[in-house]
């Protein structure tokens, strides 16, 4: 549907109340949706040093937790991320360790934990194959996993190049590149020449290439792979893009060029920005709003442009620290965590 024509507003679905503490990341289980047969679920992870499992009944529609992922973390858990086939959780903590959870039907059960850094563990997230898994840290350093049989973690490479405080790893979507953005104010390429996983890095993107100004804290990619979306400390979003194409080939690296800045929108830090399948981006921010954009499918001269679709004033009380939609393709799910404790699921509707 052509969203700019339509009146749509998010309509809050359901506030989900359990954590005794900020929320700081939700992750939805990529294969679960009730156009699979299954339940959507969904994982978030809190300063109460817990993780939660919600379910959303497909008789009422509610949401319930399911369980709750505790006693193996003794500081906050800060990033959540389900494998590919999303049968595992990976869990980053303050206390310096990553717990892989795997799902016995009835019950969690923690079947490794990945030890390295020295101290804060601030995300993970897994690659496309689920044959990898990355992991960053205040240590300024990041880690790749290999995953191997019998549940083992095979540390392939850590990777130093950040000067600070390293805040979100994410795989690209359909390519073994590794991305990184960081309290240093850049974004990193990592990207491996052969199969050996001998990651380098291969590009940084800062001011010196129309970057950010501050701590960059978030990156999202869209379905394509051949866009992404970065969000900062200095109250931006920035565009960014690739051949996709080319970098397919074979040929070698191909890099990333910045498309367009939003800014003037969000006048907090903007936290979390995530890209939906149908291209919308959403951002969280500490104005306690969550704003969406699109494309403004106008190319002008200085290309691309994105539109502000809508603004969502005091989603939450506090804080908004992460912002997911929904996997799946049959209604536009959106979660967000907060500072208030609280997890939240939105609708995106047409207005009636």
């Known amino acids: 549907m052509d969203l700019m024509e339509k009146n749509v507003e998010l309509v809050e679905v359901q506030k989900l109340e359990g954590h005794t503490d900020r929320v700081w990341n939700v992750a939805w289980n990529p294969v679960s949706s009730h156009a699979g047969g299954t339940s959507p679920v969904l994982a978030s992870c809190s300063g109460d040093n817990t993780v939660r499992i919600w379910e959303q009944s497909s008789l009422s529609r509610s949401w319930t937790c399911k369980t709750v992922l505790e006693e193996t973390h003794t500081r906050t858990v800060r990033s959540c991320a389900w494998s590919p086939s999303g049968k595992l959780l990976a869990t980053a903590s303050f206390d310096g360790t990553t717990a892989i959870w795997e799902n016995f039907g009835s019950e969690f059960e923690c079947i490794s934990t990945l030890e390295g850094h020295e101290n804060e563990v601030k995300s993970v997230s897994w690659n496309a194959a689920g044959s990898y898994l990355a992991t960053c840290s205040r240590d300024k350093s990041v880690w790749i996993w290999e995953v191997l049989p019998g549940n083992e973690y095979d540390c392939a490479s850590v990777l130093n190049g950040h000067t600070q405080d390293v805040k979100m790893v994410q795989w690209h979507p359909t390519t073994d590149v590794l991305f990184s953005c960081s309290y240093d104010n850049t974004i990193k390429v990592w990207w491996s020449e052969d199969d050996d996983g001998d990651y380098q890095c291969v590009q940084t993107l800062d001011e010196s290439n129309n970057g950010h100004t501050s701590t960059v804290w978030a990156i999202s990619f869209n379905a394509a792979g051949d866009k992404m979306v970065t969000c900062s400390d200095d109250l931006t979003l920035k565009i960014w893009e690739t ?104 609708e995106l509707a047409t207005k009636p």
């Open 243 to 346: 051949d996709i194409a080319k970098m397919h080939s074979g040929e070698g690296y191909v890099p990333w060029t910045h498309v367009c800045t939003l800014s003037g929108y969000h006048n907090r830090t903007i936290y979390s920005a995530h890209w939906s399948r149908d291209d919308i981006i959403a951002s969280g921010a500490g104005d306690d709003a969550i704003r969406l954009f699109v494309d403004s499918k106008l190319d002008s001269v200085d290309g691309p442009s994105y539109n502000l679709l809508l603004t969502k004033e005091k989603a939450h009380e506090m804080d908004i620290n992460s912002v997911q939609w929904s996997p799946g393709e049959e209604n536009r799910l959106l979660a967000s965590a907060s500072d208030d404790g609280m997890v939240k699921i939105w």
